[in-house]
Structures are given as C-alpha cells and as structure tokens.
C-alpha cells in the first residue's frame, strides 16, 4: 500500500531516510559500559516524539518553504501510525512512503541527562532493509514520474545512518543520472557505517559521497573521509573548520561541503570559497537532538530558493540560514520544528526567512523556474538573506570596534 497514485506529485524534494519514534527518558547521566544509570524522575517514558535523520531534516526543509517528501518502508503498526501522522503535521508528503504489514516501523530510545546531552540506542527496522532493489522496486518509478512533470530541477536527500550503503548509492546514482540534486548527511563515520551500524563498507560510502551534490558530515566523520581520501592529509585537528571543508570539497569533487561541529559552529565550502558559520547564540538549550537535522534542512532550504551558492558572501547566506534552523531546534523537545515557535525564532534570527514563511502554502505550485533557485520569489528571499549577512557583519564589525576603543581608553 503506497502514497502516491499515477497522479504527479508536486514535491520538489524528496528523501530517503531515517523515519522513527524517539522515546524519550530523561537520566541523571548517561552511564557507561558495564555501569548503573538512574532515571531523573519518577516518570520514566517523558515522552514519545516522532523524528529520524531525514524525516527530521525534510520537516525544517518544508517549514522553510521547500515542498517536500518522504521515501520509506513502514508497517501497519502503532509507530508507523504515529509517525504518518506527524508527517502530515509539519507538512512532509507521503506520497513515496510504502506501508505493509510485512514492514516493522523504525523506533529509537533517547536518553536525555540535565544539560542536555544524550545517547541514542537505535532499532531501524524495516529502514534497514531498503537496498539497491528496494530502491529500484518501490521509488525510481516516484522519483522519475516527478521529475519529467517537476517544473524545476528536482533535489534528493539522503543519509549514511540507517538506510544501507547500497540503498543510498542506488538513490544518487538515479539522481545523478535524471540531473536531480542530490544531498548527502554523513551522520556517522565511515568507519561506524561499516561496524556498528553495518551498512556497508567504508568504501561504499566513500562512492556515495563521490555521488552526491552537497555532502554534509559531522566533523568526526569529516575527518574519516579525508584521510580515506587521502591518507597523507593532515589531521583535522591541526586544521580550522574552514581549511578542513575546502580540503574535503577539493577531495570529493563536489559542489560544496557543509561541516557541522555541534556548538562550535560550522563551515561551508565550495571550489572557491569558504567560511565559518557560528551558532546562534540561545536563551536556553531544552535538546540538542536533531540539531545537525534541522541545520541540514536549513542547507537544503537555502539552495532551493537561492541555488547552491557560490561566493563566500551567498556560502555565509545559506550557511546563516541552516545555523538559525539549528538555533531554533535546539529550543524545542524532540527533532521536528513546532508549529507555533520554530519559525518565530528563525525569522527573528534570519528576517529573510519571513518571506518563506508568508509563500510556503504555494510554493509547491511554483511554475516558473527551469532549476533550482531560480524562481521571482526565491531571488528575492536570496536578496534579502544577502542583506542580513551584510547587517549581522556590519554589527559584528561595530561591536569589534567599541571592543578596541574601550580597550585603548583603558
């Protein structure tokens, strides 16, 4: 049983992915191998919330404006019930999701101490077994049927974490071949996909990623790639976040590298430029689960309207944009943006972002761009999102300034 008909679909971004029920727990901390753990109060399950890699990043992508959907295998049961319900709250399409009483929905356990900072123990369930046929059998025939009716240049996300290698390489290998941008989430480490998560073979993700567009890994996982990559780089400990993405990008041969490093901020590069995005600062952080998910849905939002950048100036756009998605998701329990708040924090961190709030309702019906970014409307968000750039520099730039006149006076 499958969402979708011989009627195109409208979604302009589709992602093959991590879908899950995060049951939440909150522990006084997190014990180790071999030790006892307590939890924090009496109420053990605190909550049940609706997440995954994808599903998570899809859901920031749609609130920022992006049409988009899931590709995914779920069964008849309680959490796939749960989690389909969620997708049609934050506005993600399930035209591409497969339900079957043959399939076990995904479900994680999080494990949440005071300050924030978790373990996560996941079960992917039938998550774990879309690989390259499945691919071929439940979502090429979706994916081709929308790009021949899309009226502009379709985008595919995907993730090294649950889905295996084989499945992923599949899914960009179709992008690739239908000229659809494609996205990569190198969530775990090469070496954590091959062992721990069993995926595949680090050589496998190493082709994914040859594959892909735009790759985003964490930092543990970028410092993998380079030096299966190159074996002879310096380690990315003796390199700035920014050296580090515009050494991988040039490694991959990609069009631009987004390297996220938790509260230490980020950095984007491409062939020829690269910076440094810094977190937003936040009245309280409540999770940070998920907050890399929204940073990445923030990425995918910024080149859908604005096309993949390509200055150092429309690198710190974009980047500004994901950092805001980010800020907001960290204030929120649980991986998917509230309704009520999520946007609210953005758009006062990233006042651009105002406009895809006020066109989201009809952005799917767009009809006038023959690729990515290059519609009326997203030229003008792309405008706007260039003058909070110039704005938050020019402030940053006279804080630094009263910063050394009040040390001279001194």
Do not use: W
């Given at each position: 049983?499958?969402?979708?008909?011989?009627?195109?679909?409208t979604?302009?971004?589709?992602?093959?992915?991590?879908?899950?029920?995060d049951?939440?727990?909150?522990?006084?901390?997190?014990?180790?191998?071999?030790?006892?753990?307590f939890?924090?109060t009496?109420?053990?399950?605190?909550?049940?919330?609706?997440?995954g890699?994808?599903?998570?990043?899809?859901?920031w992508?749609?609130?920022?404006g992006?049409?988009?959907?899931?590709?995914?295998?779920?069964?008849?049961?309680?959490?796939?019930?749960?989690?389909?319900?969620a997708?049609?709250d934050?506005?993600?399409?399930?035209?591409?999701?497969?339900?079957?009483?043959?399939?076990?929905?995904?479900?994680?356990?999080i494990?949440?101490?005071?300050?924030?900072?978790r373990?996560i123990?996941?079960?992917?369930?039938?998550?774990g077994?879309?690989?390259?046929?499945?691919?071929?059998?439940?979502?090429?025939?979706?994916?081709?049927?929308?790009?021949?009716?899309?009226?502009?240049?379709?985008?595919?996300?995907?993730?090294?974490?649950?889905?295996p290698?084989s499945?992923?390489?599949r899914?960009?290998?179709?992008?690739?071949?239908?000229?659809?941008?494609?996205?990569?989430?190198?969530?775990?480490?090469?070496?954590?996909a091959?062992?721990?998560?069993?995926?595949?073979?680090?050589?496998?993700?190493?082709?994914?990623?040859?594959?892909?567009?735009?790759?985003?890994?964490?930092?543990?996982?970028?410092?993998?790639?380079?030096?299966?990559?190159?074996?002879?780089?310096?380690?990315?400990?003796d390199?700035?976040?920014?050296?580090?993405?515009?050494?991988?990008?040039?490694?991959?041969?990609?069009?631009?590298?987004?390297?996220?490093?938790?509260?230490r901020?980020?950095?984007?590069?491409?062939?020829?430029?690269?910076?440094?995005v810094?977190c937003?600062?936040?009245?309280k952080?409540l999770?940070?689960t998920?907050?890399?998910?929204?940073?990445?849905?923030?990425?995918?939002?910024?080149?859908?309207h604005?096309?993949?950048?390509?200055?150092?100036d429309?690198?710190?756009?974009?980047?500004?944009?994901?950092?805001?998605?980010?800020?907001?998701?960290?204030?929120?329990?649980?991986?998917?943006?509230?309704?009520?708040?999520?946007?609210?924090?953005?758009?006062?961190?990233?006042?651009?972002?105002?406009?895809?709030?006020?066109?989201?309702?009809?952005?799917?019906?767009?009809?006038?761009?023959?690729?990515?970014?290059?519609?009326?409307?997203g030229?003008?968000?792309?405008?706007?999102?260039?003058l909070?750039?110039?704005?938050?520099?020019?402030?940053?730039?006279?804080?630094?300034?009263?910063s050394?006149?009040?040390?001279?006076?001194?």
């Open positions: 049983r499958r969402g979708f008909s011989t009627v195109p679909e979604t302009q971004c589709f992602g093959l992915g991590s879908n899950v029920v049951r939440f727990h909150r522990v006084h901390k997190v014990p180790a191998a071999g030790a006892k753990g939890f924090a009496d109420k053990v399950l605190e909550a049940s919330v609706v997440g890699v994808t599903l998570n990043h899809l859901s992508a749609s609130m920022l992006v049409p988009t959907g899931l590709l995914a295998l779920q069964g008849e049961d309680t959490t796939g019930e749960e989690i389909r319900s997708m049609a934050v506005g993600v399409s399930k035209a591409g999701v497969v339900v079957s009483s043959k399939f076990s929905s995904s479900v994680s356990m494990f949440l101490q005071d300050d924030g900072e373990c123990i996941m079960a992917p369930a039938a998550t077994t879309i690989d390259r046929l499945a691919v071929d059998e439940h979502f090429h025939g979706l994916i081709s049927l929308c790009n021949k009716s899309s009226p502009r240049q379709m985008i595919i996300t995907t993730e090294v974490s649950q889905v290698m499945g992923v390489t899914l960009l290998e179709i992008a690739k071949t239908e000229n659809i941008l494609s996205f990569i989430d190198v969530d775990v480490p090469p070496s954590v091959e062992n721990e998560a069993n995926l595949g073979t680090a050589a496998q993700v190493l082709e994914a990623v040859k594959l892909a567009n735009i790759v985003k890994p964490t930092l543990e996982a970028a410092e993998e790639l380079l030096v299966l990559l190159d074996p002879s780089a310096p380690s990315v400990r390199l700035l976040l920014t050296e580090t993405a515009s050494r991988l990008v040039k490694a991959i041969g990609c069009q631009l590298v987004a390297i996220t490093d938790g509260s901020g980020a950095a984007l590069a491409n062939s020829t430029a690269s910076v440094q810094p937003f600062p936040v009245p952080v999770d940070t998920g907050a890399g998910d929204a940073f990445f849905g923030g990425l995918v939002a910024g080149c859908y604005s096309a993949v950048p390509k200055t150092a429309e690198l710190k756009a974009v980047g500004m944009l994901a950092a805001a998605a980010g800020a907001a998701c960290v204030q929120v329990l649980g991986c998917l943006p509230n309704k009520t708040t999520s946007s609210q924090v953005v758009s006062a961190l990233v006042p651009a972002a105002q406009k895809l709030f006020a066109s989201s309702a009809t952005s799917s019906s767009s009809s006038a761009s023959a690729s990515v970014g290059s519609d009326s409307a030229a003008l968000f792309a405008a706007s999102l260039r909070d750039v110039a704005t938050l520099q020019a402030q940053a730039t006279m804080q630094q300034d009263n050394s006149a009040a040390a001279a006076e001194k």
